[in-house]
């Protein structure tokens, strides 16, 4: 698969065209950001260490019935996807109360929430990712009611395996953000999943093992994702 041109360069990953016009590939960087990229910093290995992290939960989803973008890893920091036509618009579960609700609505921090939540966000930096709700994603035209309905069904079916694989290794998740496109016409999870867009808790401490750290300053941010990493069982270089 050859290489071409940078597609979009984003906060943490770059996409490149290849020579499959219904290929791209997933650049990840080291660069960390926070505060829709009010904060940025280089970390070392993240780059490495988030590409095989969305690797193996991709695969994970896959195998368990989600359609996904990932086809297969080309190297450290890369791998190759479908090009999807993005859906600007985060879907953001939550199985206990963190980040934004707990500011938002004063919930007590680690509440457990059940059902757990259903919750959209407008991808718009600009604009701060504003909360949205189903209408507005309706009538903006941003996608369609059945197309929204499915990126809900599918968010909830991530959840369903997630929290038991992390579950499994000792870890709470807490709250998590994906992002979905369209690929000749189906939906289908795009982006990544790794500890810089979810919220996940040492069960027993509590400890935070995702990008809280980098977000509170409370240093160990690679240290961290690694240990995640190891706990799950992700092969990392
Ligand atoms: P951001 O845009 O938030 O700064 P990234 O640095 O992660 O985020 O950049 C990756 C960009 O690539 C995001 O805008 C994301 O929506 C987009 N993207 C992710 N997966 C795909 C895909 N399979 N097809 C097309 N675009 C994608
Ligand atoms: N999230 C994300 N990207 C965003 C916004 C949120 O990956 O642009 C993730 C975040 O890491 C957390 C979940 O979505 O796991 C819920 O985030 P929240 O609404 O609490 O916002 P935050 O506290 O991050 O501002």
Known sequence: MEKRTELY???????????????????????????????????????????????????????????????????DTECLVKKLDMVPVECVVRNYAAGSLVKRL????????LPPTFELFLKDDAKGDPFINESHVVTFGWATAEQLQRMRELTLQV?????????????????FKLEFGLFKGDVVLGDEFSPDGCRLWDKETRKKMDKDRFRQGLGGVIEAYEEVAQRLGVPLS
């Open 106 to 113: 004063g919930i007590e921090e680690g509440k457990e929430l």
């Open 159 to 175: 959840n369903d395996v997630l929290k038991q694989l992390f579950d499994d290794a000792g870890l709470l998740l807490v709250d």
């Open 9 to 75: 360069r984003g906060k943490a990953k770059s996409v490149y065209t290849t020579d499959d016009p219904d290929r791209l590939i997933l650049l990840f960087r080291n660069d960390t950001s926070a505060f829709d990229g009010k904060k940025i910093e280089q970390l070392e290995r993240k780059g490495m260490v988030n590409n095989r992290f969305n690797a193996f939960i991709m695969q994970k989803l896959q195998d368990s019935g989600i359609p996904t973008q990932f086809d297969k890893l080309l190297s």
